[in-house]
């Protein structure tokens, strides 16, 4: 049984950092890419960051480019967010994904196999 399970949430001021975790287990890790998707209240889920199986190569959304950054450690199962120089408009909770997609479908969650149970992330203005 697939799981994966987020951690690191909470509350942080404008301008703060957080550092999400997300630990798998149940799957191959290292063939999976990892991704990382975001809901605010009354929105749709959108797409934050993906890391790639092979090779590693991250990519990022727009609205948080330059102030998060995806990394994973394939021996611990474990994909992480660092989020920095946080913004109110960042709050949401936070999700994790796997799946073996093409490049052009990354930032597609239907194309994510698996998912995490979420984390809320609360930036105060």
């Known amino acids: 049984q697939v799981q994966l399970v987020e951690s690191g949430g909470g509350l942080v001021h404008t301008g703060g950092s957080l550092r999400l975790s997300c630990e798998a287990s149940?799957?191959?890790?290292?063939?999976?890419?990892m991704g990382w998707f975001r809901q605010a209240p009354g929105k749709e889920r959108e797409f934050v960051a993906v890391?790639?199986?092979?090779?590693?190569?991250?990519y990022y959304a727009d609205s948080v480019k330059g102030r998060f950054t995806i990394s994973r450690e394939n021996a611990k199962s474990t994909v992480y967010l660092q989020m920095n120089s946080l913004k109110p408009e960042d709050t949401a909770l936070y999700y994790c994904?796997?799946?073996?997609?093409?490049?052009?479908?990354?930032?597609?969650?239907?194309?994510?196999?698996?998912w995490g149970q979420g984390t809320q992330v609360t930036v105060s203005s």
């Open positions: 994904a796997a799946g073996m997609q093409v490049l052009s479908a990354v930032a597609d969650s239907s194309s994510y196999r698996h």
């Open positions: 149940g799957l191959t890790f290292n063939t999976y890419n």
């Open positions: 890391i790639r199986r092979y090779g590693g190569g991250t």
